[in-house]
Antibody, heavy 119, light 109 residues
Framework: QVQLQESGPGLVKPSEILSLTCTIS????????WNWIRQPAGQGLEWLGHVHNSGRSNYNPSLRSRVIMSLDTSKSQLSLKLYSLSAADTAVYYC?????????????WGQGILVTVSS | EIVLTQSPGTLSLSPGESATLSCRASQSVSTSFLAWYQQKPGQAPRLLIY???SRATGIPDRFSGSGSGTDFTLTIRTLEPEDFAVYYC??????????FGPGTKVDIK
């Protein structure tokens, strides 16, 4: 049973860079895309982007200029860097897995990490 | 970008009743790339249904999904106390781009 665990700072200042890590255990990174999804308090879910095991990445067009994701297969770690932060980036950030040969669904999720952007 | 609309916003029901949740897409969702999730307070979403009608591993058969094109439905037959939660639909399109609906809250009447 794969497990995903997000880690990183809970508080970041405006205009700074957010760096999060998702550690993947109990399963292979092969055959999946590895995603970041966020959810502001009391609101809905927003897909940020994903990385394939090959290293190929795709991002939500609304964030493309501010986001970089990467996958370190040797460490089974997914990373997210989000630049030029503002209060609007305050949210719970989840990592999640979607099968490459699936129906575009997320079958495993981390527990999430709350990130607050504030000075 | 395909926009998903969910209705109703809130559904107030009693345990033992059935729930019918609707998800409508602004354009046709290709090849049934439509999923449903359940989210409880303080928890991550949990996959219930993928491919519009296939139950995820470990999901009870009181949950069922149906629909195609632009109209999809999640039905919960005989609500259990643990089913009161927020439900999201989600679609995938080949840009790639994943989008979620705004959610339907099923609460206890």
């Amino acid at each position: 049973q794969v497990q995903l665990q997000e880690s990183g700072p809970g508080l970041v200042k405006p205009s700074e860079i957010l760096s999060l890590t998702c550690t993947i255990s109990g399963g292979s990174t092969s055959g999946y895309h590895w995603n970041w999804i966020r959810q502001p308090a009391g609101q809905g879910l927003e897909w940020l982007g994903h990385v394939h095991n090959s290293g190929r990445s795709n991002y939500n067009p609304s964030l493309r200029s501010r986001v970089i994701m990467s996958l370190d297969t040797s460490k089974s770690q997914l990373s997210l860097k989000l630049y030029s932060l503002s209060a609007a980036d305050t949210a719970v950030y989840y990592c999640a897995r979607d099968p490459v040969d699936g129906y575009g669904h997320f079958d495993s999720w981390g527990q999430g990490i709350l990130v607050t952007v504030s000075s | 970008e395909i926009v998903l609309t969910q209705s109703p916003g809130t559904l107030s029901l009693s345990p033992g009743e059935s729930a019918t949740l609707s998800c409508r897409a602004s354009q046709s969702v290709s090849t049934s790339f439509l999923a449903w999730y359940q989210q409880k307070p303080g928890q991550a979403p949990r996959l219930l249904i993928y491919g519009a009608s296939s139950r995820a591993t470990g999901i009870p058969d009181r949950f069922s999904g149906s629909g195609s094109g632009t109209d999809f439905t999640l039905t919960i037959r005989t609500l259990e106390p643990e089913d009161f939660a927020v439900y999201y639909c989600q679609q995938y399109e080949s840009s790639p781009l994943f989008t979620f609906g705004p959610g339907t809250k099923v609460d206890i009447k």
